[in-house]
């Protein structure tokens, strides 16, 4: 597993989001991911939106993600 191929899923699986993944061991990775479809929610339910765009590859090929969620406006980039 990659952090590019990390990326793609989650931003495929978030449309229009934007992530920026990290992780050189193939199984240990960190994500920041800024989407719109985290406005109003709590970070516990911003995280399993990521996840669900990972599936399977969840506590497999990807061992552990931690992750960063915020929206555009958290970020300071508002679209």
């Known amino acids: 597993m990659d952090a590019e ?3 793609k899923l989650i931003e ?3 449309p229009g989001a934007r992530a ?3 992780g050189d061991d193939g ?3 960190e994500a920041t991911v ?3 479809a985290f406005r109003g929610k709590l970070p516990l339910a ?3 939106m990521v996840y669900a765009t990972l599936g399977e590859l969840m506590g497999g090929a990807i061992h552990a993600l931690q992750l960063k969620t915020i929206t555009p406006d958290e970020a300071g980039t508002a679209r």
Request: cysteine-free; proline content about 0%; aromatic content about 6%.
């Open 5 to 7: 191929t990390i990326r």
């Open 46 to 48: 911003r995280h399993r």
């Open 27 to 29: 199984v240990h990775f």
């Open 12 to 14: 495929s699986g978030l």
């Open 34 to 36: 800024v989407s719109d």
């Open 20 to 22: 920026d993944v990290q």
